[in-house]
């Protein structure tokens, strides 16, 4: 099955900084990419995805880069806020609104320093 | 989009009990989730479920779970006797209903097992 590996388990970076998660994945198979914030005690939220036709994707100061060739994508957060602080997961599967279920990684916990 | 309701938001249960969560979907989404978490851990797959039938189950879903949706609304997990290991959140979700396939989660339902 899927392996989803991600780094790094957490992140410090000065308020107003640019964070990045790195997360590699095992099956060629897989072609949905997404991306979820958690916040203590709160449900995941998907901030963004991607899908394996596309190479990067922008959502103001989010954006996700995605190389197929070496089965890694990464989460890119600029100018970073405190707001920002949570869990983030990257997750993998086969196909976003199918059957598959998603594949997570172990999260990496964000924290910015004011 | 709404998302899903689940109860209870807490359950407090004694070791060999059964146990069993809810979800309140729209009643127009097709594919229904259930995800567990371990406090401070990842997000794991359980049962993917489809037209009334599980489509896909994850080595954890071993023959204590169960799914269903008895009146064609609820949607519901329930676990037949319950071990320590099984404290965890347990988040319903579903797809956006599009071809796109985002997925959405419930607020969670925290299992206690004493």
């Known amino acids: 099955g899927e392996n989803v590996e991600q780094h790094p388990s957490t992140l410090s970076v000065q308020e107003g900084d640019s964070a990045v998660i790195k997360c590699t994945y095992s099956?060629?198979?897989?072609?949905?990419f997404p991306w979820y914030k958690q916040e203590l005690g709160k449900r995941p939220q998907l901030i963004i995805d991607i899908r394996s036709n596309v190479g990067e994707k922008k959502d103001q100061r989010i954006a996700v880069t995605l190389n197929k060739t070496a089965k890694h994508f990464s989460l890119h957060i600029t100018e970073t806020q405190p707001e920002d602080s949570a869990v983030y997961f990257c997750?993998?599967?086969?196909?976003?609104?199918?059957?598959?279920?998603?594949?997570f990684g172990k999260g990496t916990h964000l924290i910015i320093q004011p | 989009e709404p998302e899903v309701t689940q109860t209870p938001s807490h359950q407090v249960t004694q070791m060999g009990q059964e146990v069993i969560l809810r979800c309140v979907p729209i009643?127009?989404?097709?594919?229904f989730y259930w995800y567990r978490q371990i406090l401070g851990q990842k997000v794991e797959f359980l049962v993917s479920f489809y037209n009334n039938e599980i489509s896909e189950k994850s080595e954890i879903f071993d023959d204590q779970f169960s799914v269903e949706r008895p009146d064609g609304s609820n949607f519901t997990l329930k676990i037949r006797s319950t071990k320590l290991e099984d404290s965890a959140m347990y988040f319903c979700a579903r797809t956006s209903g599009a071809v796109t396939g985002e997925l959405f989660f419930g607020e969670g339902s925290r299992l206690t097992v004493l």
């Open positions: 009643s127009n989404h097709l594919y």
């Open positions: 099956d060629s198979a897989s072609n949905y």
């Open positions: 997750a993998a599967s086969r196909g976003g609104g199918g059957a598959d279920g998603l594949t």
